[in-house]
């Protein structure tokens, strides 16, 4: 099974650092998939949720704001000016999906943008 690096940072530091099999990003033309061995790029993120597939098979999910990524073949790397990760125990789960909704809907993008986002934000919350 072939992995690559997945980091995502932010002005407060790295909220993701490790091994991930698959991830889905909010590019600014739409949503796109990354595996290992992906053609270099660098691309604008637009305000959505990035969808991790990790090592071991679990999903999580990290609403952003907006921001960059740069893929290569073995590492991608998203910079974004804020993020809230939606992941964790039920009472921990609740408080992040209100961030990450207050997150999504303070950011300049545009309106349906932002409604798509804070729809998968809200369905995440319903799945787990």
């Known amino acids: 099974m072939e992995l690559m690096k997945l980091e995502i940072v932010t002005p407060n530091g790295v909220i993701f650092d490790?091994?991930?099999k698959q991830v889905t990003l909010p590019g600014?033309?739409?949503e796109f998939g990354v595996l290992p061995r992906h053609a270099t790029?660098?691309?604008?993120?637009?305000?959505?949720?990035i969808v991790i597939e990790t090592a071991q098979n679990k999903e999580i999910a990290v609403a952003?704001?907006?921001g960059y990524v740069k893929v290569?073949?073995?590492?991608?790397?998203?910079?974004?000016?804020?993020?809230?990760?939606?992941?964790?125990?039920?009472?921990?789960?609740a408080k992040a999906i209100e961030d990450a909704k207050t997150l999504l809907k303070?950011?300049?993008?545009?309106?349906?943008?932002?409604?798509?986002?804070?729809?998968?934000?809200?369905?995440?919350?319903?799945?787990?």
């Not at 545009?110 to 995440?124: G, L």
């Open 18 to 20: 490790n091994d991930v």
């Open 28 to 30: 600014s033309e739409g």
């Open 41 to 49: 790029l660098v691309s604008l993120l637009n305000t959505g949720v």
């Open 64 to 66: 952003i704001n907006s």
């Open 72 to 93: 290569d073949e073995t590492k991608i790397t998203c910079i974004v000016d804020g993020a809230v990760s939606l992941s964790g125990e039920d009472n921990e789960l």
């Open 106 to 128: 303070s950011t300049e993008a545009s309106s349906m943008a932002i409604a798509a986002a804070v729809s998968k934000v809200e369905h995440i919350g319903k799945s787990l």
